[in-house]
DNA sequence: CGCTGAGTTGAGTTTGGTCAACAGTCGTGG
DNA sequence: CCACGACTGTTGACCAAACTCAACTCAGCG
């Protein structure tokens, strides 16, 4: 399985147009995206549909909820939050996505995008055209299925958000997200002790369902207890046992691959 | 728009098997279900390939987690909770099910189920098998398109769960729920103001990130402030305004349709 | 008719929210 | 380069919403 062969940066200093171009089947991501169970002629054919897109800065949009569905976009590089708005003005945080993640899969329901994406960092992507994906897929099984496997990744991976958000306390909310997080990390070869949390403390508690002074404590309990040591945004996880502890048996069988 | 022509009974009396039979082209949640976007033609192939199941007693699994997914299945009576079990055994609703949803689709991501479904009183459902489907859709653009669909509507339905989850009061929550849950109604074709509750207070409460006793003092608040009239699973919305002022400005622009 | 389980109500406790002060970091511009 | 201001994050004191525990009511059922 092909995947980044070194940790990413957590800012990308020079990000030029032949990295932007390089194609799908040489794409480091590869494994995690949506080729990943296509034979390899259909994978050429695919390169000519996806493009890479002009880095985004944070703060970007990358789409914003409410306006017209046309593509699909894939993390290559950075890292996006997505966020529901309500008419009251207050937001509520989805997800945090890191590379190899596919965002847009909630607007296919009627072309419209219900939820926004923002860069948290500086952030490329790719942007796969949905009508050409869509035609395409007429003559890929594999295609076919892989989209609908993604689908209901993202569903998996919201049940998993639930069932954090229902009646955790806030200790279990933030260790179940780190070790997410870790793992996650590790799925893309990066060191699983070593997070650069790239959102901020009030996203992150927004995400938990929790105000940010309650994070902040919860930061401080953890170094105490001697799980974590933290230094702003740069966290290390010491003690994987203990933080398994705090996050309780609120896991399912299997790793979550997404948050 | 072909929808159920009456108020479903809470309860099935009688469910003969020349009901159970009748095909899709027939069916009355006709409009709700998997062909809403086919053509006349295909409808009659894709009879042949969905299955009406015997129908199911409260209590009794339709899938449970962990076992192999074969089949979508589309709820025609009655009502179904699906549920995610944790390690330590305490459990997560994820949501209710009425007649027209599809259950299933968070097992396409790899072949097993990753939450259980049961019904919460006697119930029917019709049984569509993937693989054929999955083969027929290679054919009817319109299926392949609608899957998706169905799919990204599960993840905007997760949405909608996700901000009810987070930072929201006790009324907030419960109020939500009552207004998205009368919504449904509406689309049934129910009356909107007379909801009988399948489920039992503890598992809403469950869903809703809450203990059993703060429902319940909820519903006599509600009644106190004449919204509601309660009478143990029998709701009346006597004050639908208030009841939107209870939920907040915790809602987007358009109506949930499942919860 | 009593048993069981679901639901309601009350009293007391606790977790996490609110408000406020403060510290540290970053970016801007003199 | 440093000074300033804005912003992010941390800490403390206090408060309240929701949880826990317990008693009680009511409906359904053998």
New interface residues.
């Given amino acids: 399985m092909l995947v980044v062969p070194r940790a990413a940066p957590a800012s990308i200093p020079s990000l030029d147009l032949a990295e932007l171009r390089r194609s799908c089947r040489s794409c480091a991501l590869h494994a995690l995206c949506l080729p990943a169970s296509i034979s390899s002629e259909d994978l050429t054919s695919l390169d000519a549909i996806v493009r890479a897109r002009r880095p985004l800065n944070r703060g970007d949009l990358l789409f914003a909820s409410?306006t017209r569905f046309q593509s699909l976009f894939v993390v290559r590089s950075g890292s996006f939050k997505t966020t529901?708005?309500?008419?009251?003005?207050?937001q509520?945080v989805?997800g945090f996505h890191l590379p190899g993640e596919i965002l847009g899969?909630?607007?296919?329901?009627?072309d419209v995008h219900?939820?926004s994406a923002e860069a948290l960092e500086r952030a490329s992507v790719c942007d796969a055209p949905f009508a050409q994906i869509?035609e395409f897929?007429?003559n890929v099984?594999g295609l076919?299925?892989q989209?609908?496997?993604?689908?209901?990744?993202?569903?998996?991976k919201?049940?998993e958000?639930?069932?954090m958000?229902?009646?955790r306390q806030a200790q279990e909310r933030l260790a179940i997200f780190l070790r997410s997080l870790s793992q996650r990390y590790r799925n893309l070869q990066r060191a699983p002790e070593l997070l650069e949390l790239p959102m901020s403390r009030h996203e992150l508690a927004?995400y938990l369902?929790?105000?940010v002074e309650t994070v902040s404590r919860m930061f401080t309990r953890f170094e105490e207890l001697g799980v974590l040591r933290v230094n702003r945004k740069q966290i290390r996880i010491v003690n994987f046992a203990r933080l398994d502890e705090l996050a309780?048996?609120?896991?399912?069988?299997i790793e979550s691959e997404a948050c």
Same sequence: chains 1, 2.
Avoid: T
């Fill in positions: 409410g529901l708005e309500m008419n009251s003005g207050e509520q989805l899969f909630d607007a296919l329901s009627d219900r939820c869509d897929a007429a099984p076919r299925r989209l609908l496997r993604i689908a209901s990744r993202e569903v998996v919201d049940h958000h639930l069932m958000m229902g009646r927004n369902g929790l105000v309780g048996d609120a896991s399912q069988d």
